[in-house]
């Protein structure tokens, strides 16, 4: 083969392996959505709308969920110090599965001024599936403490999903069908009452082989009594 119709198999090879890694690779759609939020402070109502990304990065059996408020939400009549105010929030799953995903994140490293705008830090949290299919991320409520009160902030404008994955649960149930978990470290293959898989091979062979052996000595010991007791039955007579 001459070298340009190498070159040209060559490039063709390495075109058609990259579009298989990605066709391998698992689904994954993340959009910026703006959330409305209405926050039940101290001193009264207050409202903010903040841009909200959520991403997901796969994490040993689940994925890293990272939420981030792209503009400050509520405020403060005075001054925060570092390390006053501590947020986590709740992101809604649909599709496969559903329930609420908790995330969490430091406190601010920085004083916030009163009466501006509390800028909060990205949140995380862990999402192990429970169930096979896409999964939605939708923000939730937002749950801001500092100086020992408690503000509570929930979407009004029913947003938009920012994540969709495409999961796979551990134990391959389908999105149909309710999870369930075993301890004790069976195999994926099942295992008889006990939690012992059944041995096959040589040791078999040789559980095999002793048994039989212990069969012939016991049916050989038995026609020897046999005979005995025939022997003096008719030596009596």
């Not at 799953?93 to 830090?121: H, M, Q, R």
């Not at 293959?189 to 059944?198: A, I, M, N, T, V």
Request: with cysteine; hydrophobic share 35%; charged share 10%.
């Amino acid at each position: 083969m001459s070298y340009p119709k190498r070159t040209a198999a060559l490039a063709s090879a390495a075109a058609l392996a990259g579009s298989a890694v990605l066709l391998a690779a698992p689904a994954a759609h993340a959009d910026v959505v703006d959330v409305n939020y209405r926050c039940q402070t101290p001193i009264g109502v207050k409202s903010a709308v903040s841009p909200i990304d959520i991403k997901g990065v796969r994490s040993g059996g689940g994925y890293k969920i990272t939420m981030s408020w792209q503009k400050g939400v509520s405020s403060s009549p005075v001054e925060l110090g570092k390390g006053a105010m501590t947020p986590s929030a709740t992101i809604r799953l649909g599709g496969a599965d559903s329930g609420t995903l908790a995330v969490s994140g430091p406190a601010n490293a920085a004083a916030i001024p009163a009466n501006t705008p509390i800028k909060i830090s990205d949140l995380s949290g862990t999402y192990t599936p429970r169930k096979t299919g896409k999964v939605t991320f939708t923000a939730a409520t937002l749950t801001i403490k500092a100086l020992g009160t408690t503000t509570t902030c929930a979407p009004t404008n029913s947003p938009k999903r920012s994540l969709t994955l495409d999961v796979t649960a551990a134990g391959g149930s389908s999105s149909g069908g309710s999870s369930s978990s075993s301890s004790g470290g069976s195999s994926s293959g099942g295992s008889p009452s006990g939690g012992q898989l059944p041995q096959t091979g040589p040791a078999d062979s040789a559980v095999a082989l002793g048994t039989l052996g212990g069969t012939v000595l016991l049916a050989g010991a038995a026609g020897a009594l046999w005979l005995t007791r025939r022997g003096q039955t008719a030596a009596r007579r």
